[in-house]
């Protein structure tokens, strides 16, 4: 079965510096894998998914992620962090038809430091 | 386009009771799934709906029951709560067809007392 770790529970970043949030990921064939952002009391909002193609991919609010296959990595990323960043962000990968059987990481809560 | 709406958004109950949550699909999405949200657990699959079939199942004991109605809105019913249940229950729709991300709605805050 699929699994996602996400090794940091916690990150705290300045203002202005980049960030990079680790996920691995566990699952036999090529994986669908999103990323995910929950603002306190709030669903999830999709920021990016990978199908297949281009192992780079580009998001919603600037974020992109990059596939590697090698390390059974999708490690999310962002050149310049904005105070609105801080929420929690999670990995998730799918598996299946309609990717239903989602499975998602335990997240890692992001705090912006002025 | 509206968005996924859950309701009702926070909800109250004692150990025992049961519990129905619904949820409205974006216009034209006809799967459906839900999650239980828990600090401990973190995001676990219940289970998903597709033109009012239940199509994949999590692990969850009976007691978390679901349908979907002709015009994809969905419910989820717990019977004989218990306080393990206390969660952030959150729905997600899509299109139901392969390659199709999932869109979330903000989520029903159960707790139970």
């Known amino acids: 079965a699929q699994s996602v770790t996400q090794p940091d529970i916690h990150i705290t970043v300045s203002e202005g510096a980049s960030l990079e949030l680790r996920c691995n990921y566990s699952?036999?064939?090529?994986?669908?894998l999103f990323w995910y952002v929950q603002s306190p009391g709030q669903g999830l909002q999709l920021l990016l998914k990978y199908f297949s193609g281009d192992t780079l991919v580009q998001g919603i609010k600037g974020f992109e992620a990059e596939f590697k296959r090698s390390q059974s990595s999708f490690n999310l990323r962002k050149p310049s962090v904005h105070w609105s960043d801080a929420a929690e962000y999670f990995c998730?990968?799918?598996?299946?038809?309609?990717?239903?059987?989602?499975?998602f990481g335990a997240g890692t809560r992001l705090t912006v430091k002025p | 386009k509206a968005g996924v709406t859950q309701t009702p958004r926070y909800l109250i109950k004692t150990r025992g009771q049961q519990v129905t949550l619904s949820c409205s699909p974006i216009s034209g999405h006809r799967s459906v799934s839900w999650y239980q949200q828990t600090p401990g657990q973190g995001l676990q699959f219940l289970f998903e709906y597709f033109s009012e079939t239940q199509r994949n199942k999590g692990n969850f004991p009976g007691r978390f029951s679901g349908r979907q109605f002709s015009n994809s809105r969905s419910e989820m019913n717990v019977s004989t709560l218990e306080l393990g249940d206390s969660a952030l229950y959150l729905c997600?729709?899509?299109?139901?067809?392969?390659?199709?991300?999932?869109?979330f709605g903000d989520g029903t805050r159960l707790s139970i007392l």
């Open positions: 997600a729709s899509s299109l139901g067809q392969n390659n199709q991300p999932q869109h």
């Open positions: 998730a990968v799918g598996a299946g038809y309609n990717n239903n059987d989602m499975r």
């Open positions: 699952y036999g064939a090529t994986p669908y």
